[in-house]
């Protein structure tokens, strides 16, 4: 009997112990409530109440906790498009007592408040606008937030639109645009680079022609000067100069064969090698030469006569603007 009562009282005073020592974590707040009314707040450590007639009723957390809500609303151009907003609060300290027994389920709250807001602010916008002014949802999110919850015992810490999704075939759309502009864009570039090597290729062919030019002239510059020299050194040895311009043409002809017969990748040339051929080029070269001459000759008294018509025509003109007749008189007088 004894063992029995021993025991009993054992239980009880482990029961007693238990019942009025417990711990509460660090960031949490415990709710002590006697016979269902509040009593106390308690912190974080080792606490007492009364057994029996004290209890728990439940514990706050106060860390920094995030709630992700998905929204799906219209934009002003008719697309669809769901947004993910993240929400982190944090409850007060000093609110704990309005945080546990206000709200029956805070996460619904901010829930409902977040639709409210999103399904307001993205539909007076288009799409293109979501993606650059999400920024201002956030910032409406938690302004609309923190005025309804402030009485509540929470706090809006920040709101964040961490994801944008519009319809796959829009979606699809924009991709398609996207890549049509890069494309057009490279195209540009490609353009402009070729334009570029056109150009430099124009410039450089044309300094490349420039300096062939030059460099012919250059050569019959010399040519026509050594042929002058040649012409001189023959006339103070008694040749004339018609004589020593069929003797450089035969010369010539003949070097002229000579190069062509040196050269190891040359067709087949059939040409005349006879002194009569090198006679007969300077025959022909001679009466270019002279009808050349008679043609220029004709072509500047040609032009001759026309610019003295041009003067006789303006000479007249002027005479009848400054008043004068044919006879050279000024009208209205007689000589």
Do not use: C
Not at 70 to 82: M, N
Not at 107 to 135: G, N, W
Not at 138 to 152: C, F, P, S
Request: hydrophobic share 40%; net charge negative; aromatic share 6%.
């Amino acid at each position: 009997m004894d063992l029995i009562i021993y025991a009993i009282l054992g239980l009880l005073a482990v029961v007693v112990l238990f019942g009025t020592f417990f711990t509460v974590k660090q960031q949490t707040a415990a709710v002590v409530e006697r016979f269902g009314k509040f009593t106390s707040m308690r912190q974080s450590g080792l606490q007492l109440k009364v057994p029996v007639i004290d209890k728990i009723a439940g514990r706050i957390n106060l860390k920094i906790q995030q709630l992700d809500v998905i929204v799906e609303t219209k934009t002003k151009d008719d697309v669809f498009v769901r947004l993910k907003i993240s929400v982190q609060f944090q409850v007060r300290r000093e609110k704990v007592y309005d945080a546990y027994y206000r709200l029956q389920n805070p996460h619904d709250q901010i829930t409902a408040y977040v639709f409210d807001v999103v399904r307001a602010e993205v539909p007076k916008m288009k799409l293109d606008y979501v993606f650059e002014k999400k920024d201002d949802i956030a910032i409406a999110v938690k302004r609309e937030l923190n005025e309804a919850m402030m009485d509540y015992g929470y706090d809006i810490i920040k709101t964040l639109v961490t994801d944008i999704d519009p319809d796959i075939q829009v979606k699809a759309a924009m991709n398609r645009i996207n890549a049509a502009e890069r494309e057009k864009t490279a195209a540009e570039y490609e353009a402009e680079a070729d334009r570029i090597k056109i150009v430099a290729k124009a410039r450089a062919e044309a300094e490349s022609k420039r300096l062939q030019g030059q460099g012919i002239a250059d050569q019959r510059r010399e040519i026509a000067r050594g042929l002058e020299e040649s012409v001189d050194v023959l006339n103070n040895v008694g040749i004339n100069s018609q004589e020593a311009s069929a003797l450089i043409v035969v010369t010539q002809h003949y070097d002229t064969l000579q190069s062509i017969g040196e050269a190891t990748q040359s067709n087949l040339i059939l040409l005349p090698n006879s002194p009569q051929a090198g006679s007969d080029m300077l025959n022909n070269m001679i009466a270019s030469f002279t009808a050349s001459a008679q043609i220029g000759e004709q072509m500047k008294k040609t032009n001759a006569n026309k610019e003295e018509k041009v003067k006789q025509s303006s000479r007249s003109q002027r005479e009848k603007e400054n008043g004068y007749d044919d006879d050279g008189l000024e009208d209205g007088w007689v000589e």
